[in-house]
């Protein structure tokens, strides 16, 4: 049976998936800039004599042919890039890149897709079907490497009929994965706000306009926009995590910077409260005797799986690791660059149970302490090249 022989193909590629992942663990790489995770990458596929071209300066997309006739692509996708975190853990395989860090789980991913692929190039022989095999930069950030790989042509020729990507959940135990019909993760925007007065002495609050009170009334007033303004059918998130009065006890300053984020799940709404948003910031900032410029950085769409593929692959899974072992997710305002799969191809994002609260693994991705239990490496690599065949009709 097809599920037997990956699971031990699987089980034979294990030791090396997991010396993958402890090497790019270690030599963690941030948003575009991953040049030796790249290399790595590619020297594995040469190793294998398995064909690629790069794509987005360090992308790196290869082809696997079934040895069987049929005209059906899938592709699957990991990304590659770090975070600009100083990693806590004290593990023999700990970041030697000083303030870089995997600490959002994309060493899994690479290491895992490798797997898949080694995997794969030994099954050619007994399935049909081509599969294409993306190994994406910049996740982490804007405007994402999955829209750069898209514009460069990753999705075409030859163009698949779904995309399957896989990523860690630390809220989920080890050995169980998690799938979502329907929309999922939400788009993500950037804000910038500049609110500008006329500083002075603290004392003579008269003679100054004071862009702190301004910014104030501004963040109080920006939380309508979500729960006066927007649908309650649609989840929105409006955040302002940093603000900079850069005065003093009794100095007043001459401008207020914040930055923070909107987060939805309709093109529609997400359209309107960019334009409400401003148009209050500014309104309450001329009202007051200063200026606000507000600016917003559109960046990823939301992400939407596929119903019908989706439905499918939660079987498959079913099928690979067993009923008790795949359960629903909800719907997480946190944002994912292959959304701009989503949006443009049949797609199927899932996630990798990595929890083990007995040794302690539970901290939350984008942490300092954040790890995985590695035995998810067990599954992640023989799921992920079910998912694929079965797709493909195997």
């Not at 239990?373 to 009709?393: F, H, P, R, V």
């Given at each position: 049976?097809?599920?037997?022989?990956?699971?031990?193909?699987?089980?034979?590629?294990?030791?090396?998936?997991?010396?993958?992942?402890?090497?790019?663990?270690?030599?963690?790489?941030?948003?575009?800039h991953?040049?030796?995770?790249?290399?790595?990458?590619?020297?594995?596929?040469?190793?294998?004599?398995?064909?690629?071209?790069?794509?987005?300066?360090?992308?790196?997309?290869?082809?696997?042919?079934?040895?069987?006739?049929?005209?059906k692509?899938?592709a699957l996708?990991?990304?590659?890039?770090?975070?600009?975190?100083?990693?806590?853990?004290?593990?023999?395989?700990?970041?030697?890149?000083?303030g870089?860090m995997?600490?959002?789980?994309?060493?899994?991913?690479?290491?895992?897709?490798?797997?898949?692929?080694?995997?794969?190039?030994?099954?050619?022989?007994?399935?049909?079907?081509?599969?294409?095999?993306?190994?994406?930069?910049?996740?982490?950030?804007?405007?994402?490497?999955?829209?750069?790989?898209?514009?460069?042509?990753?999705?075409?020729?030859?163009?698949?009929?779904?995309?399957?990507?896989?990523?860690?959940?630390?809220?989920?135990?080890?050995?169980?994965?998690?799938?979502?019909?329907g929309?999922?993760m939400?788009?993500?925007?950037?804000i910038y706000?500049?609110?500008?007065?006329?500083?002075?002495h603290?004392?003579?609050?008269?003679?100054?306009?004071?862009?702190?009170?301004?910014a104030?009334?501004?963040?109080?007033?920006?939380?309508?926009?979500v729960?006066?303004?927007?649908?309650?059918?649609?989840?929105?998130?409006?955040?302002?995590?940093?603000?900079?009065?850069?005065?003093?006890?009794?100095?007043i300053?001459?401008?207020?910077?914040?930055?923070?984020?909107?987060?939805?799940?309709?093109?529609?709404?997400r359209a309107?409260?960019?334009?409400?948003?401003?148009?209050?910031?500014?309104?309450?900032?001329?009202?007051?005797?200063?200026?606000?410029?507000?600016?917003?950085?559109?960046?990823?769409p939301?992400?939407?799986?596929?119903?019908?593929?989706?439905?499918?692959?939660?079987?498959?899974?079913?099928?690979?690791?067993?009923?008790?072992?795949?359960?629903?997710?909800?719907?997480?305002?946190?944002?994912?660059?292959f959304?701009?799969?989503?949006?443009v191809?049949?797609?199927c994002?899932?996630?990798l149970?990595?929890?083990?609260?007995?040794?302690?693994?539970?901290?939350?991705?984008?942490?300092?302490?954040?790890?995985?239990?590695?035995?998810?490496l067990?599954?992640?690599?023989?799921?992920?090249?079910?998912?694929?065949?079965?797709e493909?009709?195997?």
């Amino acid at each position: 049976m097809l599920n037997q022989k990956i699971k031990q193909q699987a089980k034979e590629v294990f030791d090396e998936v997991l010396a993958f992942r402890r090497h790019l663990h270690a030599h963690p790489e941030l948003s575009f800039h991953e040049h030796e995770t790249s290399a790595f990458v590619a020297a594995q596929l040469n190793a294998w004599n398995i064909p690629f071209e790069k794509m987005a300066d360090t992308g790196i997309v290869a082809i696997i042919k079934g040895d069987k006739p049929s005209d059906k692509v899938i592709a699957l996708r990991a990304d590659m890039d770090a975070l600009p975190i100083h990693e806590a853990n004290d593990i023999a395989y700990k970041s030697v890149n000083k303030g870089v860090m995997h600490a959002c789980g994309h060493d899994v991913h690479t290491a895992s897709l490798l797997g898949t692929t080694k995997i794969l190039n030994q099954l050619k022989s007994v399935f049909s079907g081509t599969i294409k095999l993306i190994f994406q930069p910049a996740e982490e950030r804007l405007p994402g490497g999955a829209s750069l790989m898209i514009k460069d042509g990753v999705l075409d020729n030859p163009k698949p009929s779904a995309i399957f990507g896989q990523h860690v959940m630390p809220l989920i135990e080890v050995g169980k994965v998690g799938f979502r019909s329907g929309k999922y993760m939400a788009s993500t925007d950037e804000i910038y706000v500049t609110v500008k007065g006329k500083g002075g002495h603290g004392a003579q609050p008269q003679q100054n306009i004071d862009p702190v009170v301004i910014a104030a009334h501004i963040i109080i007033a920006l939380q309508q926009i979500v729960s006066r303004v927007a649908d309650p059918k649609i989840p929105s998130v409006l955040s302002l995590g940093k603000v900079i009065a850069n005065g003093a006890t009794n100095v007043i300053p001459d401008e207020v910077l914040m930055e923070g984020t909107f987060r939805t799940f309709d093109e529609d709404w997400r359209a309107i409260a960019h334009e409400k948003m401003k148009k209050m910031a500014e309104g309450i900032a001329d009202s007051m005797g200063g200026v606000c410029e507000f600016n917003i950085v559109r960046g990823y769409p939301f992400l939407v799986n596929e119903p019908l593929l989706t439905q499918r692959a939660r079987a498959y899974a079913e099928e690979f690791l067993g009923v008790e072992n795949v359960v629903d997710l909800d719907m997480w305002l946190a944002g994912e660059d292959f959304a701009y799969y989503s949006q443009v191809a049949d797609a199927c994002f899932y996630r990798l149970g990595t929890r083990n609260e007995a040794l302690g693994i539970t901290s939350p991705v984008h942490t300092p302490t954040f790890n995985i239990d590695e035995d998810a490496l067990k599954i992640s690599s023989g799921l992920m090249t079910y998912l694929a065949l079965k797709e493909l009709g195997n």
